[in-house]
């Protein structure tokens, strides 16, 4: 990204930001992935970095991948498949890396700060923000996690369905 680009994009969260506190997602990257450079949004294939994206998508106003190679990761940002893991030994010092570069993306604005990950990310993540985000799949196995993001999808799919049919 160009300083000019990251400057609009930062003049865009210090507009939102202005009216209220400015919803980020951080999606926990997956196993599964392409066999070739893509963007970050589609290289990650497993059903569970899906419905995330999806419903971090549909509830924030930004979205970011988190990597354990490669950190804090734009969705429209081109990736080579890699296999890499976050050891705990390496959770604090990557979660401050990550922070770091929340901050230089966005800036300091009012946020809030939904965490769609595994315990592995979720955990050093909500320790460097000092608890101040949302960790919903927190302490979920990866079946109730895909569970729960599909009830929040029919939820939002009723919600959206009944504005229709009852219009102001």
Not at 28 to 54: D, I, M, P, Q, V
Not at 126 to 155: N, Q, Y
Request: net charge positive; aromatic share 6%.
């Amino acid at each position: 990204m160009t300083p000019r680009e990251l400057e609009g994009r930062r003049a865009h969260f210090a507009r939102v930001a202005s009216r209220r506190p400015l919803a980020v997602s951080l999606v926990g990257c997956g196993k599964a992935k392409r066999a070739h450079a893509c963007k970050a949004e589609a290289l990650y294939t497993g059903s569970l970095f899906t419905a995330s994206l999806s419903h971090a998508r549909a509830t924030s106003d930004v979205v970011f991948v988190v990597s354990a190679l490669h950190g804090l990761v734009e969705l429209d940002e081109v990736l080579e498949p890699y296999d890499a893991k976050l050891e705990p030994a390496q959770g604090y010092e990557w979660a401050q890396r990550v922070l770091a570069s929340l901050n230089r993306t966005i800036g300091h604005w009012p946020r809030q700060i939904t965490i769609l990950a595994g315990a592995t990310y979720a955990q050093p993540l909500r320790l460097v923000m000092l608890g101040k985000c949302l960790s919903p799949l927190d302490g979920l196995t990866l079946g109730a996690r895909l569970r729960w993001l599909t009830l929040r999808r029919a939820e939002r799919i009723r919600a959206a369905d009944f504005a229709r049919s009852n219009p102001q």
